[in-house]
Structure formats: C-alpha cells, structure tokens
C-alpha cells in the first residue's frame, strides 16, 4: 500500500467520524429539544427575544417622536424669522392666517414619551407649548373677528344701491384693512415671545438627535443622518 493510498483511507476514516460527531450531536439535541426541559428553553428563548424586540422597538418609536419634537420647536425659530422679514416687505401686513403648529407636542404627549425627559426640560416644554396654545386661542379669535368684517363687506356691496351705502362699505373696508395690519402686528408679536422663550430657557439645545449620535445603539438603530433642519 502506496502512501497515496494510506492517505485516502484516513482522510475517508476522518470524514466517517465527522458524520458521526454530527449525528450523535443532532441526536443530543433532538432529545434536548423535544424533553420539558428543552421546551422550557426554547420558550424562554422565545419570551426573552420577544421582550428585546419590543424594547428595543419601543426605543426607537420615543427617539422618532423626540426628534420630531425638536425639529417643529426649531421650526418655530425659522418661521418667526421668516415672518418677521415678511411684515417688514410688506409694510405691515402677512395676509394670512399663522397659526403655531404644535402637532408633533401633542404626538409625543399623547404618547407618553415626553416625561421620559429630563424634569427641567419636561417643564421648560410643557411651559412653553401652554404659550403656544394660549397664542393660538388668541389669534383664532382675532381671525374670526376679521372674517366677520370681511363678511360684512362683501353683504355691504352685494346690496348697496346708492352713494350712501357705497361709502359705508369704503369704511368698513378702511375697518378690515386697519383690522388686518393690527392682527398682522399681532402675531408678528406672538411668534416673537415664542423665540424668546426658547432662547431665554435654552429650549434650542433640547437636542435628541445629538443625543442619537453620540449613542453607538441608537446609531446601529436608526443611523446618523438627522431630520431636515437639524444639523
């Protein structure tokens, strides 16, 4: 017998045995598997896979809604610098109804992550969105008081049949017009106390998503792109 030969029959011999090792270790864990006892690991395997999952699931769900939070409260700065630039160009007046969106606030509200914050920034925000909702209250009523004139007008020409009445409706659109700039003048106000607030409490450094970069788990998570307008 060649040495060609010899070396075959062991390399046949050992590829035996590893058939052998796989079957006997198949074999164990068949009878694992299907014993109380193997069952009992599989579903706590089962739970305790399900239980990561879901936190972290449930982690990246409050980071979404935080960012979220943040960008509207930035959006906030840029819409008040906007505005402002407007009422400058247009001598006084915007010409449209600028309501201070709060959707994201009362999405992460109702969601139960905002108290998941630190407590000073959970008050500096709860704070600050109650102003949001007062100004709010504040200009709907404006804005109704001027549709109402508005409406006045358009019943004032629609039936008016002489000079008269012509003039009374050249008044009441004196009225609209002075009514206009007035509400214009206020939001340009309210949108200018919410900037102060955010930058007197230091609400612009309310930063998650900073937060999400500088944690490798968020990063393997959800990546470490930021939403737009948040670098």
């Given at each position: 017998m060649?040495?060609?030969?010899?070396?075959?029959?062991?390399?046949?011999?050992?590829?035996?045995?590893?058939?052998?090792?796989?079957?006997?270790?198949?074999?164990?864990?068949?009878n694992?598997?299907?014993?109380?006892?193997?069952?009992?690991?599989?579903?706590?395997s089962?739970i305790?896979?399900?239980?990561i999952?879901?936190?972290?699931?449930?982690t990246?769900?409050?980071?979404?809604?935080?960012?979220?939070?943040?960008?509207?409260?930035?959006?906030?700065?840029?819409?008040?610098?906007?505005?402002s630039?407007?009422y400058?160009?247009?001598?006084?007046?915007l010409?449209?109804?600028?309501y201070?969106?709060?959707?994201?606030?009362r999405a992460?509200?109702?969601?139960?992550?905002?108290?998941?914050?630190?407590?000073?920034?959970?008050?500096?925000?709860?704070?600050?969105?109650?102003?949001?909702?007062?100004s709010?209250?504040?200009?709907?009523?404006?804005?109704?008081?001027?549709?109402?004139?508005?409406?006045?007008?358009?019943?004032?020409?629609y039936?008016?049949?002489n000079?008269?009445?012509m003039?009374?409706c050249?008044?009441?659109?004196?009225?609209?017009?002075?009514?206009?700039?007035s509400?214009?003048?206020?939001?340009?106000?309210?949108?200018?106390?919410?900037?102060?607030?955010?930058?007197?409490?230091?609400?612009?450094?309310?930063?998650?998503?900073?937060?999400?970069?500088?944690?490798?788990?968020?990063?393997?998570?959800?990546?470490?792109e930021?939403?737009?307008?948040?670098?």
């Amino acid at each position: 017998m060649d040495a060609e030969d010899t070396k075959d029959i062991n390399l046949m011999r050992l590829a035996k045995e590893i058939i052998i090792y796989i079957k006997n270790k198949f074999r164990i864990f068949k009878n694992l598997f299907f014993t109380s006892r193997g069952l009992i690991v599989v579903l706590l395997s089962g739970i305790f896979v399900s239980i990561i999952s879901s936190r972290l699931e449930d982690t990246v769900r409050r980071q979404r809604y935080l960012e979220l939070l943040q960008l509207e409260i930035r959006n906030h700065v840029i819409n008040s610098n906007i505005l402002s630039q407007m009422y400058k160009d247009n001598n006084g007046d915007l010409y449209s109804k600028q309501y201070i969106p709060d959707q994201f606030y009362r999405a992460v509200v109702n969601s139960g992550y905002l108290t998941s914050v630190d407590p000073d920034v959970f008050l500096k925000i709860v704070v600050y969105y109650n102003l949001v909702n007062d100004s709010n209250d504040s200009l709907r009523r404006s804005y109704l008081n001027l549709d109402k004139i508005y409406t006045d007008i358009e019943i004032c020409e629609y039936e008016a049949t002489n000079s008269a009445e012509m003039v009374s409706c050249a008044e009441q659109k004196d009225i609209f017009d002075k009514a206009q700039k007035s509400i214009s003048s206020q939001q340009i106000s309210v949108w200018g106390n919410l900037q102060k607030f955010i930058y007197d409490k230091e609400l612009n450094k309310f930063n998650p998503t900073q937060e999400r970069k500088n944690s490798l788990i968020l990063r393997l998570l959800m990546g470490s792109e930021a939403l737009p307008m948040q670098e």
